[in-house]
């Protein structure tokens, strides 16, 4: 079965610095895709970027970056100058290409100095 | 676009009534709805999956007898809390994937969420 590991739980980070959120993953299979989400007091569930296996490029959205190692099994997220808005609980997130399936990470709190 | 509205954002009710959730996609057909449970500062558990006109399927441990989840259209799904008890209080997150213009997406999207409160 697969799984995904957020080994941080919280972390805090000095606006406009940039700040690393870890993800790691296990599966078997060779298609798959990769997600962060970002959940803020609202509780919205909001994709942040997201990561198609096959492709060996890390996708970017803005401020926003990943670096997926595929065999190292790493989906890390970087955030560049970090705002305050950013602050929320950030979701790793998985799922098979054939299934509509997503399975979540337990989740890392990021907090934002001002 | 891929918008999905649930309703109500909270609701309390007493011990032994049944509460029920929409989960409705705006602007695209879902194919498939998914329902969630999230306890507070934990990640959000998946209770069931359905499809546009065929019976959930529920995730292992999930009650599907207290939880009734129907998708009786490519824009509606609900879910049912029957006798509701305490520990039922949570909060409940429904999502949809499906297409737009013929293209299916490759993630899900949220709904922003029902607090249900059980007194």
């Known amino acids: 079965a697969q799984t995904v590991t957020q080994s941080q739980p919280e972390m805090s980070v000095q606006e406009a610095e940039t700040v690393t959120l870890s993800c790691t993953y296990d599966?078997?299979?060779?298609?798959?895709?990769l997600f962060w989400y970002k959940q803020p007091p609202s509780r919205q569930m909001i994709l942040v970027i997201r990561?198609?296996?096959?492709?060996?490029q890390n996708a970017t959205e803005n401020r926003f970056s990943v670096n997926f190692q595929k065999a190292a099994k790493s989906f890390s997220l970087k955030i560049s100058d970090s705002q305050l808005g950013d602050a929320a609980m950030y979701f790793c997130?998985?799922?098979?290409?054939?299934?509509?399936?997503?399975?979540f990470g337990k989740g890392t709190r990021l907090h934002i100095l001002p | 676009g891929a918008v999905v509205s649930q309703h109500p954002s909270w609701v309390i009710c007493k011990s032994g009534t049944s509460v029920k959730i929409e989960c409705r996609s705006l602007?695209?057909?879902?194919?498939?709805m998914f329902w969630y449970r999230q306890f507070p500062k934990q990640s959000l558990m998946l209770m069931a999956t359905?499809?546009?006109?065929?019976?959930?399927?529920?995730e292992q441990g999930v009650e599907k007898d207290k939880f009734l989840i129907n998708h009786a259209s490519l824009t509606l799904s609900t879910l049912t809390v029957t006798s509701a008890h305490p520990e039922d209080s949570s909060f409940y997150i429904c999502s949809a994937s499906g297409s737009v213009w013929g293209r299916a997406f490759d993630t899900q999207y949220f709904g922003p969420g029902t607090r249900l409160t059980v007194l």
């Open positions: 602007d695209f057909q879902a194919t498939t």
């Open positions: 599966t078997s299979e060779s298609d798959y895709y």
């Open positions: 359905s499809n546009e006109g065929s019976k959930a399927t529920y």
């Open positions: 997130a998985y799922r098979s290409a054939p299934d509509d399936k997503i399975i």
């Open positions: 990561q198609e296996a096959y492709k060996q």
